[in-house]
C-alpha cells in the first residue's frame, strides 16, 4: 500500500513539473498553448454508478476524452474500494483544475471540457467535484445494509399509497357514471335548441363515459410515472433514473403552465376584442332597424334589411378576427401560418363561383329586382318566387315544379316580372291570339273581353285589356292582358288554361275561326265548331245548374 502510494505521488508530481515547464521548452512554438489547455476531440461521458459526473472534451497531453474518461473512472472505482469515507477537492493548475479523490488524482478540467457549457473553468470543475461528492456518498448508502432496507420499506409503502389511488381513481369513475344518468336527465332540457334535442342522450352518455375512461387512464398513468420515479430515486443505483424521471415530468409541468401564462395576455386581449365585436354588433343591429323606417332611407327596406345586418355583422366580425388573430395563441408558428395559407388557396381557388353568386344575390336584394310571391319569367322558365337566397332564387312553377335558380343566371338574362305592374296583391296574365282581317277588330276585343270576364280567377279591376301589337301579312295580333289574384286556388298553368279554353268557347259562338299558327288560304266553310258540338264524345256536359 505504502509503494502504491508513492508511485501515485511520483506520477502526480511528474505530470506537475510537465505541465509547468512545457510552456518553457515549446516557448517558440505556436502549439505551446493548446498543448496545456487540450485540443477539441469527440466528447466522452465519465459516469460512474449511473451519474454523469463530467463531459470530457479536449486531447489532454496525448490522451484522448475516452481514454481521460475510462483511465478516471478506473482511479475513481479503485479509490472507492478502498474506503467509504474520501475527500473530494479542486486544486488550481494553471488555467486548468485538478478534482482530487482522497489524496489521488481523479481527473483534469480543462478550459475547453468547460467551453461548451459556457461556464468558467472553475464552476465546471466545481460541479464535477459536487457530482463526484454525491458518487461517494451514494457509493456509501449502497454498502449500507440499513439504508437499503429504509430505501425498501419507502418503496414498498409508495407501492401501496399507489394501488390506493388507482383504486380510488377507479371507485370515482365508477361513482360518476352512476350519477351521470341522473344529471343527464335532469339537466336534458337544457341541451335544446328550441323543441329540438341538441344531442342524443344515448350517444352523449357514450362520449362521456369514454372521455370519464380516457381521463382515468391518463390519471393512472401519471400515478404510475409517479411511483416508478420514486421508487427509483430510493436506491443508489438507480437514483439518477428516477431524477431523471422527475425531471422530465418537471419540465412538462413547467412547459405547460409557462405555456398558459405566455397565452393568457393575448387570450385576454382576444375576449376583449370579441366581446367589443359583439357589442358593436348588437348595437349595428339596433340603428340599421331604425333606420328601415319608411321615410328614412329609400334603399334600406323591409327587404333588404336583414341582408344588411348580415353583411354589417359580417364585417364586423372579420375586422375583429383580424385584430385578434396576433393574440392567438399558436398564431405565430409555421404550422399555423401553412395552415392559414392553405385554407386561403383553397378558398381563392374554389370560391369564384361562389363570390360571383354571392355578389348576384346582393344585386337581386338591394334592386329589388325579384321578392318572395312576385311571378316573374326568367328566360324559359316563369313562377312564382318562393325565396330570394345569397347564392339561388328558388321558383315555383304553375305545374307544381320548384325551380332552383342560380342567381347570376337571373342577373344575366331578362326578367320578366307579372307581380310589380298590378294594382294591389295579384300577378299579371295575357295571352296571344291571331284573326284574319276580314273579321271586325272591335268584335275580336268584345269577344276576348268577354272570355276573360268568364274567367275565375281574372279581375275585372282593373278592366282587362287588348292590344294589337302587330299587323302582320295574313292576320292582326291581338293581345289579351287582365290581372289575377293570387288568393284563388288556382296556379297559373290552370288558370291560362281556363282562359284558352274560354276564348275558344266565345270564338266559336260567334263563329270566328282562329287563324294561328299559320294562314295559307281561305277554306270552303270557317273552321269553327258551333255549340251544339261542343260537347261531342268522349267530353261531357258541363253542369250548368
Known sequence: MGMKRRLGRAAWLMLLIHLLFSPLLHAGTPQAGPEIEGVIAEPAPLTVINR???????????????????????????????????????????????????????????????????????????????????????????????????????SAAATLVFFMLVKAAGYCRRKLLGL????MGKHSERLKVGHTQLFDLQNLYYLIDRSLWLLYWLVVLLFCYQWLGFVLSQFPYTRSWGESLNIHLMALLNYLISGILRAMPGLAVALSIFFIARGISAFSKRVLRRMARPGTLKW?????????????????????LVMAYPYLPGSGTDAFKGLSVLLGLMISLGATSVIGQGAAG??????????????????????????????????????????????????????????????????????????????????????????ARRTDGVLQTPTPQVFQTALSDFYPEYRLVAQAIPSEPRPRAQLLSLLHANIQDVFNEYGVQIMSPHYLGDPEQPKWVPKEQWHAAPSKPENTG
Open 52 to 154: 454523469t459526473v463530467l463531459v470530457f472534451r479536449a486531447t489532454l497531453l496525448g490522451e484522448t476524452p475516452k481514454v481521460r474518461a475510462q483511465r478516471a473512472k478506473k482511479v475513481i472505482e479503485e479509490t472507492l474500494q478502498e474506503t467509504n469515507d474520501l475527500e473530494v477537492r479542486v486544486d488550481p493548475i494553471l488555467r486548468s483544475y485538478l478534482v482530487l479523490l482522497g489524496g489521488r488524482r481523479a481527473f483534469i478540467v480543462t478550459p475547453l471540457d468547460a467551453a461548451a457549457d459556457n461556464i468558467t473553468t472553475g464552476e465546471a470543475a466545481e460541479q464535477a467535484a459536487e457530482n463526484l461528492r454525491l458518487v461517494v456518498e451514494e457509493t456509501r448508502q449502497a454498502r449500507s445494509l440499513r439504508f437499503l432496507l429504509t430505501a425498501i420499506g419507502y
Open 180 to 183: 351521470l344518468p341522473k344529471l
Open 300 to 320: 334600406l327596406t323591409a327587404e333588404t334589411l336583414q341582408p344588411t345586418m348580415r353583411l354589417t355583422s359580417l364585417a364586423i366580425w372579420l375586422f375583429a
Open 362 to 451: 346582393l344585386i337581386l336584394t338591394y334592386t329589388r329586382t325579384l321578392r318572395a310571391g312576385e311571378f316573374v319569367r326568367v328566360g324559359d322558365h316563369e313562377g312564382t318566387v318562393t325565396e330570394v337566397g345569397m347564392f339561388t332564387t328558388t321558383i315555383r312553377t304553375g305545374l307544381g315544379e320548384v325551380l332552383t335558380l342560380p342567381n347570376s343566371m337571373i342577373t344575366g338574362s331578362v326578367t320578366k316580372n307579372y307581380s310589380r305592374i298590378v294594382q294591389g296583391p295579384g300577378y299579371v296574365v295575357d295571352t296571344v291570339v291571331t284573326i284574319g282581317y276580314d273579321t271586325p277588330w272591335r268584335q275580336v276585343e268584345a269577344m276576348l273581353l268577354e272570355a
